[in-house]
C-alpha cells in the first residue's frame, strides 16, 4: 500500500471517530433518519437507509416492495450487512455443455456471511447509504450532481505463482456497499458531487430464472432491486443536496455490467430518466440467455434438487418456504460446480425489463443516457483463467460456451493463433469476449458522445484500478492487496481517479475537476477511435496520452458480436 493511499486512511479512521456529531434529520415519508456529519471535513453520511422491504418469506423471488413505516428515529451510522455470497466456478469442465433439461420427478438482502469481509451491523432490509458535503450542522450544500455507485462482485483471494495475493472482483455473486467509501469520491471531485452506494441481491437470490419465476415471481430480480434504488434516488436525493436531474451511475465488473443493463433497460425507454450518464469499468457481459432457455431452466432445476424442493406440487412456492441456509448452500455449490472463473446466475432476458439481448438493443441505439465513459483494464482474463490449463485455443472457446459449435471454435482458434502462448490465448478470449468486446458494444451505441480509456499499470488485470479510484478499499481490506502493484504517483492517480468525478459532473472528462492534472484533450471514442491509456514508464514516470484502438482487436470483437446468438451475448 502507498504511503499516500496509507495516510489518507488513517486521517479518515481519527477523523470518523473523534469528529463526528449527530446530522439534523431526513424525512423519508416512511421513516426519519439521522446520519452523522464530520465536523473536520464537512462531510455527512447516511449509511444503511433502507430502500425496500426485506425480500424474505412470500416476498422472495419476487420483485423489491415498499419498505413498512417505521415510528421513532432510525440511526444510519453502522455500515449495513452484506448480501449472501457465493464464488466463482472451478470446474475444468462446462456442466452446461451436454447436459438436457430434465423433466421435475438472509436471506435479507444484507444477510451476514463469514469470508474474507469485516463484520458489520445488521441492517434488515435492502439498503443504501449517503456521502454529501454539507455544512457543521449536516446541512447539504447542493444541489449538486450525484453519483450511483453499482458494487461489483467482491473480494476474492487469488494466489498466483509467485504467490502474490491480487484482487479479483466476482460476477453477481459477492460483493457489498460497505466495501466503498463515498468519501473517497467526494475527495477526488473537490466536494462536488453527492455519492449513493446500494446494494441488491446476488447469486440464486437476485437471479434466478426459468418459466416458475417468470409465473409466480420476478425475473432478475437483482436488476430491479437497483432499478428501485435509482427511483428511490429520483425521489428522496434532493433531501440530501443532490440534483435528481443530474445522475450519473457508475460500476465496476458486475456493476458495470449492471450499467448496461440499465442502459438498454425497457427498450432505452426508462421512464422517468433515472440517470443521464453512465461509467462502466471492466464491464462483464456473460452469456445472457432467455429466461427459459437450456441452461437457466437447468439451474433453476438444480436448485430445486438441492433444497429437496422436487416432489412438491410448486416448487417455487417450496423454495420460498426453505430455509435460507439450504438455499445459499445450493447457491454456493451451484457456482463452485460451474467452469473455472465463471458463474451461473446471472441476468436474463426476461421480456419485460430486458427485452432482448443487450448486444442487439445497442447495436440498435436503444440506450439511456446521454454519454457514457468506458475503461477496461489491458489484461482482464487473466485471474479468470486456471493457469495450468492446457486447453487450447479452440477448445476453450467450446469449455467457455457451450452452445459454441466446433466451426465457430475453429475461428476463434485461428483469431488467437498469434497472440502467445496457449495461456495467454485462452486469457484473452476470456478477458475480450466477457469484457473488453461488450465494452466496444457499448460504445458504438452512444456514437459521438462516448469516451473510452485503458487502464494499463502492471499487472493491469481485472479489478486493481478500484484501488485508484476507491484506495481506502486497501485499508479495509489490506489482505487483498498487493501493495508494490500501486503505482504511488500523485499525478498519475490524480488524472486517472479525477476522469470519473469530471464526467459525472459535466459529462464530460475534458471539463476537469482541476484543470491542472496531466491529462490530455481526450476525444470521443467514435472521432477515430482513440482511447486514452493510463500507464506508467519503466523509471516511473506517468503515461497519459490518447492511443488508437487496436484493429485487430476490433476485428476479433466484430466476431464474438457475429455469434452471440450462440454465446448469448
Known amino acids: 500500500m502507498s504511503t499516500r493511499h496509507t495516510l489518507l486512511a488513517v486521517i479518515f479512521a481519527l477523523l470518523l471517530v473523534h469528529s463526528t456529531v449527530a446530522t439534523p434529520i431526513i424525512d423519508l415519508g416512511y421513516a426519519q433518519y439521522q446520519g452523522m456529519v464530520n465536523v473536520t471535513t464537512n462531510v455527512t453520511t447516511f449509511l444503511g437507509i433502507r430502500y425496500a422491504a426485506a425480500p424474505q418469506g412470500e416476498l422472495r423471488f419476487r420483485a423489491p416492495q415498499p419498505p413498512g413505516n417505521q415510528i421513532g428515529v432510525q440511526q444510519a451510522t453502522a ?41 458489520f451491523s445488521t441492517c434488515i432490509d435492502p439498503c443504501i447509504s449517503v456521502y454529501y458535503p454539507s455544512d457543521e450542522q449536516g446541512a447539504p450544500i447542493g444541489p449538486l450532481p ?39 469520491i467526494l475527495a477526488q471531485s473537490n466536494r462536488g458531487v453527492v455519492v449513493v452506494i446500494i446494494q441488491y441481491r446476488l447469486g440464486v437470490f437476485g437471479f434466478l430464472a426459468g418459466e416458475e419465476v417468470k409465473k409466480n415471481g420476478a425475473l432478475n430480480a437483482g436488476l430491479l432491486d437497483q432499478d428501485y434504488a435509482l427511483r428511490w434516488v429520483n425521489k428522496h436525493i434532493s433531501k440530501f443536496g443532490g440534483d435528481p436531474s443530474k445522475v450519473v451511475i ?55 434438487e438441492q433444497t429437496n424442493c422436487s416432489a412438491a406440487s410448486d416448487s417455487l412456492a417450496c423454495l420460498r418456504s426453505v430455509d435460507v441456509n439450504a438455499l445459499e448452500t445450493a447457491n454456493l455449490n451451484i457456482n463452485a460446480d460451474a467452469f473455472f472463473g465463471t458463474c451461473t446466475l446471472i441476468p436474463v432476458v426476461d421480456g419485460q ?12 441505439g436503444k440506450v439511456n443516457g446521454e454519454a457514457l465513459l468506458s475503461v477496461t483494464n489491458a489484461f482482464e482474463g487473466t485471474t479468470f483463467v486456471n493457469q495450468s490449463t ?140 482513440t482511447e486514452m491509456l493510463f500507464n506508467k514508464t519503466e523509471i516511473g514516470e506517468p503515461i497519459v496520452h ?22 448469448g451475448q
Not at 169 to 177: E, F, I, M, N, T
Not at 356 to 363: H, M
Not at 397 to 412: I, M, T, Y
Request: some cysteine.
Open 79 to 119: 455500515q449495513p450487512n452484506q448480501c449472501f455470497q457465493a464464488g466463482l466456478g472451478t470446474s475444468a469442465t462446462n456442466p452446461f455443455r451436454t447436459r438436457a433439461v430434465e423433466v421435475p420427478t438472509s436471506e435479507d438482502c444484507l444477510f451476514l456471511k463469514s469470508g474474507d469481509f469485516p463484520s
Open 146 to 184: 450525484v453519483i450511483v455507485w453499482i458494487h461489483g462482485g467482491g473480494c476474492v483471494r487469488v494466489v498466483r505463482g509467485s504467490g502474490t495475493a491480487l484482487k479479483v472482483l466476482v460476477r453477481y455473486l459477492q460483493g457489498s456497499a460497505s466495501q466503498f467509501r463515498g468519501t473517497d
Open 250 to 304: 457508475w460500476g465496476e465488473s458486475a456493476g458495470a455490467g449492471s450499467v448496461l443493463q440499465h442502459i438498454v433497460a425497457n427498450e432505452g425507454q426508462t421512464k422517468p430518466q433515472l440517470f443521464r450518464g453512465a461509467i462502466t469499468n471492466s464491464a462483464y457481459f456473460g452469456s445472457q440467455y432467455n429466461y427459459n432457455d437450456r441452461i437457466p431452466e437447468l439451474i433453476y432445476r438444480e436448485v430445486v
Open 353 to 364: 425489463f430486458i427485452t432482448q439481448n443487450p448486444a442487439q438493443s445497442l447495436a440498435q
Open 390 to 529: 492446457s486447453l487450447n485455443a479452440t477448445q476453450y472457446a467450446l469449455d467457455l460456451f457451450p452452445n459454441l459449435g466446433s466451426a465457430q471454435a475453429e475461428e476463434v482458434g485461428a483469431l488467437y493463433v498469434d497472440l502467445g502462448t496457449s495461456l495467454f490465448q485462452t486469457e484473452a478470449i476470456m478477458g475480450e469476449a466477457l469484457l473488453i468486446c461488450p465494452t466496444y458494444y457499448l460504445l458504438q451505441a452512444f456514437a459521438g458522445r462516448a469516451f473510452k480509456g485503458e487502464f494499463a499499470i502492471p499487472p493491469a488485470i481485472h479489478g486493481l484500478d478500484a484501488e485508484y479510484y476507491f484506495p481506502s478499499i486497501m485499508v479495509d481490506f489490506p489482505d487483498l492487496f498487493n501493495p508494490n502493484s500501486t503505482f504511488n504517483n500523485t499525478a498519475f492517480i490524480d488524472a486517472f481517479a479525477q476522469s470519473f468525478t469530471s464526467f459525472a459532473i459535466s459529462l464530460d472528462p475534458n471539463i476537469k475537476v482541476d484543470p491542472h492534472t496531466i491529462t490530455p484533450k481526450w476525444n470521443p471514442w467514435n472521432v477515430g477511435q
Open 546 to 567: 490518447p492511443v488508437k484502438t487496436s484493429d485487430a482487436l476490433l476485428r476479433r470483437c466484430r466476431f464474438w458480436h457475429s455469434v452471440g446468438n450462440l454465446t
